[in-house]
């Protein structure tokens, strides 16, 4: 059982814009930035969108994150056949003292 | 250009021992703070242990705690994971990560290819 929890599936066509949410609590998302991984299939995670919001060097734009109180959404616009990978949202645990993840959401690009 | 390589996994048996090693090049290693991360196949993301970038402060999941332990080698570039006890549910891919960012944004900007660890009989 994740601390963070994401939808474990979502789905959307060429072109098409979705949203991956992502839910915590005061002691985690409530008090620190998230960040959002990439994970292609066979590969290892990759930072996507650090500090809530914010995007390294070679992210594309169609990428944004947001947060508001204990929760936080990855959205994808322009959808493309190559963004279909596992999302993992995660944040620091004051509480846990820890870093935590959320279970991952599983895209598919029909 | 960041690159981390895990090396030393492979099959155990439950109760058995195993050490990764994650050779780190491309960047100041002893300025930054280091992870390891499991991933149960099909399955998420796993904190698993931390170390302070002068190896002076450790911190553990409690899934781990008494059983594994963190350590670093500045001069060498290197991070470890001593990993005792193990038992089937430790069987994971490993990944050494990178813990980047500052004014309270932090976040694992780089990850190793990962190390498969098989826990059984």
């Known amino acids: 059982q994740s601390v963070l929890t994401q939808p474990p599936s979502a789905s959307g066509t060429p072109g098409q814009r979705v949203t991956i949410s992502c839910s915590g609590g005061s002691s985690n998302i409530g008090g620190n930035t998230v960040n959002w991984y990439q994970q292609l299939p066979g590969a290892a995670p990759k930072l996507l969108i650090y500090?809530?919001?914010q995007r390294p060097s070679g992210v594309p734009d169609r990428f944004s994150g947001s947060k508001s109180g204990t929760s936080a959404s990855l959205a994808i616009s322009g959808l493309q056949s190559e963004d279909e990978a596992d999302y993992h949202c995660?944040?620091?645990?004051?509480?846990?003292?820890?870093?935590?993840f959320g279970g991952g959401t599983k895209l598919t690009v029909l | 250009e960041v690159e981390l390589v895990e090396s030393g996994g492979g099959l155990v048996q439950p109760g058995g021992s195993l050490r990764l090693s994650c050779a780190a090049s491309?960047?100041?290693?002893?300025?930054?703070?280091m992870n390891w991360v499991r991933q149960t196949p099909g399955k998420g993301l796993v904190w698993v242990a931390r170390i302070h970038s002068d190896g002076s402060t450790t911190s553990y999941a409690d899934a781990v705690k008494g059983r594994f332990s963190i350590s670093r080698d500045n001069a060498e570039d290197t991070l470890a994971l001593q990993m005792n006890r193990l038992r089937a549910d430790d069987t994971a891919v490993y990944y050494c990560?990178?813990?980047?960012?500052?004014?309270?944004?932090?976040?694992?900007?780089?990850w190793g290819q990962g190390a498969l660890v098989t826990v059984s009989s």
């Open positions: 500090n809530n919001n």
């Open positions: 995660a944040t620091w645990d004051d509480s846990l003292n820890a870093w935590v």
């Open positions: 990560a990178r813990e980047g960012g500052g004014y309270g944004a932090y976040y694992f900007d780089s």
């Open positions: 491309g960047f100041t290693f002893s300025r930054f703070w």
